[in-house]
Each structure stands twice: as structure tokens, then as C-alpha cells.
């Protein structure tokens, strides 16, 4: 099983839908756990940490199940400009809390 | 800009040569990473400095790659000997030494392409 895994997409959506991500990862020790926004060819952004008790920042609420191993980005409303490439990273915990694992990423695309 | 910077954006080489990368990080940032990633795939790790110390390498570092960090400011990431599989996108991460949380800004990345 890999690191952190991610929905594969692409996500095609309408302008204005909701749409979920989600990204498992094996390590139960595992720490901090966050989500980037890249666009083609650029570089990872971050976009948000992912706390225990969830955090929202305007159209985007990012949920953590340490029971099930899995964070979630939930984008409401989307634009146009929410198309891009959407990654989960994670870090270990322990001495290593510095280190990223990323998934692969999973693809959005939105449309007019 | 007071981003991480990385010189040169763009690097085309041919296989055999030596290259070699330039990232600044945000200037409160002690701790400092390189991440390679391919078309396709997520940054992988390869490396991280906490200020000048390079305190862990990823198995992905080969010994044709180092890296250091000398004044704990700017980093170069060196390849030497280049091959095929080396092109990617290289990007460098900073951040600061706070609490639990980690949270990683990157630069533009270096495109390398070993032809």
C-alpha cells in the first residue's frame, strides 16, 4: 500500500458544483496533513493545513479521520480558477515531522 | 519577492554533464528542502537542512547528487554525471522551526531536461 493515496480523476465539474477530494494514508503516526494547489506547470502552493477538528477558509472545508486514515478537501461552489492539480501531503510525525509525502494528485478540471 | 527563489527556472543538458541548482529560501526559514518530481507524480523528497546541517537524505539521492546549505542561508543542489531518468522538475521548500506544524513554501521549481 502506498504512502498516501489519492483519488485518481480527473474530476470534470460544472461551474458552481461541490466537489470532494479524498486521501488516505498508511502511517498512523502520521502528523500534520495538508493540501497544495498546483497549476501546470508550477509549483505545489500551499492551500491549506488540515487540523483535528477540521478548518474551512471560505469555499474550501478540509476534514482529518485519524480513525480511518484519510483527509479530505471539499470545495464548494467551484470557479473557473479552481482548476488545477490538487495534492495531499502528510508528514510522519516523530523526528521526521519536516518530511512531505505527497500523493500523486487528482486533477480538476471546471467548466463554464 | 520574498518567496523561495530558484535559479535557473529552466536547465537544458546533455547526459554526462554536471549541473547544478540555486535556491533561496524566505529569509527567516532555517530549515530548507529539495523535492524532485516527474510528470505525473507528486514531489518526492530528497533532501533537508536544518539551517547550514543537512540532517536527512533520501535514498533517492544517489552519490551523483549533494546538496548543501554553507552559510545556512542559500542551498545549491549539485548532479553530476547526468542521465535521462535525472529530468525533472526540481523544487526547493522552506520553512520555519514552530511548533508541531510544518507548513512548506515552495519555489518555482528548476525544470531539468537531460537530453
Given at each position: 500500500r502506498k504512502e498516501v493515496e489519492q483519488d485518481p480523476g480527473p474530476f470534470n465539474v460544472p461551474e458552481g458544483a461541490t466537489v470532494a477530494f479524498n486521501c488516505t494514508y498508511s502511517?498512523?503516526?502520521?502528523?500534520s496533513f495538508f493540501w497544495y494547489r498546483q497549476d501546470c506547470r508550477k509549483e505545489p502552493k500551499l492551500l491549506m493545513s488540515v487540523y483535528s477538528s477540521g478548518n474551512e477558509d471560505g469555499r474550501f472545508t478540509a476534514q482529518l479521520n485519524r480513525a480511518s486514515q484519510y483527509i479530505s478537501l471539499l470545495i464548494r461552489?467551484?470557479?473557473?480558477?479552481?482548476?488545477a492539480t490538487y495534492l495531499c501531503a502528510v508528514t510522519p510525525g516523530?523526528?521526521?515531522?519536516y518530511k512531505l509525502t505527497f500523493g500523486k494528485g487528482t486533477l480538476l478540471t471546471v467548466n463554464p | 519577492d520574498t518567496g523561495v527563489s530558484q535559479d535557473p527556472r529552466h536547465k537544458i543538458t546533455k547526459r554526462g554533464q554536471n549541473v547544478t541548482f540555486r535556491c533561496d529560501p524566505?529569509?527567516?526559514?532555517n530549515r530548507l528542502y529539495w523535492y524532485r518530481q516527474t510528470l505525473g507524480q507528486g514531489p518526492e523528497f530528497l533532501t533537508y537542512f536544518q539551517n547550514e546541517a543537512q540532517l536527512e537524505k533520501s535514498?533517492?539521492?544517489?552519490?551523483?547528487f549533494s546538496a548543501e546549505r554553507p552559510k545556512g542561508s542559500f542551498s545549491t543542489l549539485e548532479i553530476q554525471r547526468?542521465?535521462?531518468?535525472?529530468?525533472a522538475m526540481y523544487l526547493c521548500a522552506s520553512s520555519p522551526t514552530?511548533?508541531?506544524?510544518?507548513?512548506a513554501f515552495f519555489g518555482q521549481g528548476t525544470r531539468l531536461t537531460v537530453v
Amino acid at each position: 500500500r502506498k504512502e498516501v493515496e489519492q483519488d485518481p480523476g480527473p474530476f470534470n465539474v460544472p461551474e458552481g458544483a461541490t466537489v470532494a477530494f479524498n486521501c488516505t494514508y498508511s502511517n498512523s503516526a502520521s502528523q500534520s496533513f495538508f493540501w497544495y494547489r498546483q497549476d501546470c506547470r508550477k509549483e505545489p502552493k500551499l492551500l491549506m493545513s488540515v487540523y483535528s477538528s477540521g478548518n474551512e477558509d471560505g469555499r474550501f472545508t478540509a476534514q482529518l479521520n485519524r480513525a480511518s486514515q484519510y483527509i479530505s478537501l471539499l470545495i464548494r461552489d467551484s470557479k473557473l480558477s479552481d482548476s488545477a492539480t490538487y495534492l495531499c501531503a502528510v508528514t510522519p510525525g516523530g523526528g521526521s515531522n519536516y518530511k512531505l509525502t505527497f500523493g500523486k494528485g487528482t486533477l480538476l478540471t471546471v467548466n463554464p | 519577492d520574498t518567496g523561495v527563489s530558484q535559479d535557473p527556472r529552466h536547465k537544458i543538458t546533455k547526459r554526462g554533464q554536471n549541473v547544478t541548482f540555486r535556491c533561496d529560501p524566505i529569509s527567516e526559514h532555517n530549515r530548507l528542502y529539495w523535492y524532485r518530481q516527474t510528470l505525473g507524480q507528486g514531489p518526492e523528497f530528497l533532501t533537508y537542512f536544518q539551517n547550514e546541517a543537512q540532517l536527512e537524505k533520501s535514498r533517492l539521492l544517489s552519490d551523483r547528487f549533494s546538496a548543501e546549505r554553507p552559510k545556512g542561508s542559500f542551498s545549491t543542489l549539485e548532479i553530476q554525471r547526468t542521465e535521462q531518468g535525472d529530468s525533472a522538475m526540481y523544487l526547493c521548500a522552506s520553512s520555519p522551526t514552530r511548533g508541531l506544524n510544518t507548513e512548506a513554501f515552495f519555489g518555482q521549481g528548476t525544470r531539468l531536461t537531460v537530453v
